[in-house]
């Protein structure tokens, strides 16, 4: 999705960076060398830790075994990672900070037993495709692609190549096909006219794609992300609710990509308000987006998934974020535990779908992910630098840790 025009007063960035640099510990990092899945160095002395792990605790569910969204069974991620160059911006040719995160909502054949699925769009200055098709027919059927503004048609044309490759029967005597592809603004940091993400990543982010734990911070389409003026990227976390609500487990993963310094919340303390300096330069304004997907193994149905994914808005707004004017909000849910067939059947099917007067610990388990799986985004980034002076910083954990004892909102880390 478009940020809006950067300022170039001269004096406003420097008043920004001069913040920037004299808080920044140790010497500036060298950008790495050029490679797919390379990540962006940490700031000196400090290694990257997730939220819970830092003993920021959200909600009240337990997580999953590995807090990620492939704690749903048949859930698997991957990423490729472009990060190369340093200096001056040379338009087409870098520096390059971008790069393509796939979703596989199953481990088998999704194509000819889909799964339900829904979407909500909390603001529209952004890109989502294949959300019609998802609305009217309930089912995702594709991999999800998450990559920047300009690789959407590149990162389509792979979905469709994966898509092709997996199911020869496609175009000739199966329906056609429509993937899922969204994206955020990486521009900021990345040379994004030079459309350096191409079909083949994201076949090699799919080969790559794992049920394992998931990379985070900025890695994949999270490479050149900034939320709340801090470095960010991908994030993931899951929840698994009570016995008593079926035991189901729910899980989250975001592009996050928005919100403005001064409206950062992290579990109710005004973190944004307490740390103000280690603004990017230059300014974005807090401009951006968010891409959020939701799984669950549960038995719902695309109607109950519309509910969940219209809550994912909760959990963004307990963030901070007033979904600004610029912001492409853009959500999805699926679940695994109904399937539906490709090939036509009786005149009726059946569904199962758990009782809507139980799904409340539903709602919570997906409002609980998402607002960690934000926050894991931005506490495992690290700072990372773009074309000529462009920066955007890593959040200093310790600072954040500091504020969140201030407030009395410190657990014991990994809880």
């Not at 979905?159 to 603004?185: F, K, N, S």
């Not at 506490?379 to 954990?397: K, R, W």
């Amino acid at each position: 999705m478009r940020r809006p025009r950067l300022r170039s007063d001269a004096a406003l960035a420097a008043a920004l960076l001069l913040p920037s640099l004299l808080a920044c510990a140790g010497p500036r990092p060298l950008p790495p060398a050029s490679s797919a899945g390379a990540l962006s160095a940490a700031p000196a002395g400090e290694a990257r830790r997730r939220a819970r792990d830092l003993g920021i605790v959200i909600g009240r569910l337990p997580t999953g075994r590995l807090n990620a969204i492939t704690d749903v069974h048949g859930v698997r991620v991957g990423h490729v990672t472009h990060h190369r160059g340093a200096g001056r911006l040379d338009p087409g040719k870098g520096p390059v900070r971008t790069g393509v995160t796939v979703i596989l909502p199953t481990s088998d054949d999704f194509w000819h037993n889909k799964v339900p699925a829904a979407s909500f769009v909390l603001n529209g200055n952004g890109e989502m495709t294949g959300l019609h098709y998802v609305m009217e027919f309930g089912v995702l059927e594709t991999p999800i692609v998450f990559t920047n503004t300009l690789a959407v048609g590149r990162a389509l044309d792979g979905a469709i190549q994966y898509m092709l490759r997996r199911y020869p029967g496609i175009g000739v005597d199966e329906p056609t096909v429509t993937p899922i592809v969204g994206e955020c603004d990486d521009s900021v940091l990345n040379d994004i006219r030079g459309l350096h993400v191409s079909a083949e990543d994201v076949l090699e982010a799919a080969e790559r794609a794992a049920d394992g734990p998931v990379d985070e911070g900025a890695v994949g389409g999270g490479t050149g992300m900034i939320c709340y003026d801090f470095k960010c990227g991908i994030g993931t976390a899951s929840r698994v609710l009570p016995e008593a609500a079926g035991g189901f487990t729910v899980g989250a993963i975001v592009q996050a990509n928005f919100g403005a310094r001064g409206e950062l919340r992290v579990d109710g303390v005004p973190v944004g308000q307490e740390i103000r300096d280690l603004l990017p330069v230059p300014a974005v304004h807090g401009e951006g987006s968010l891409l959020a997907v939701v799984a669950t193994d549960a038995p719902l149905s695309a109607r109950q998934l519309e509910r969940v994914a219209r809550r994912i808005a909760l959990a963004v707004g307990r963030t901070g974020t007033i979904s600004r004017d610029g912001s492409g909000d853009l959500f999805l849910a699926f679940a695994t535990g109904n399937r539906v067939p490709a090939a036509p059947g009786g005149l009726t099917r059946d569904l199962r779908e758990v009782d809507d007067a139980r799904l409340n610990p539903m709602f919570q388990g997906a409002e609980e992910a998402v607002e960690e799986a934000i926050l894991n985004a931005m506490t495992m980034a690290t700072t990372t630098f773009g074309q000529g002076d462009h920066v955007a910083h890593a959040i200093p954990l310790d600072r954040l840790r500091e504020a969140m004892r201030r407030y009395g909102r410190l657990g014991e880390p990994g809880r």
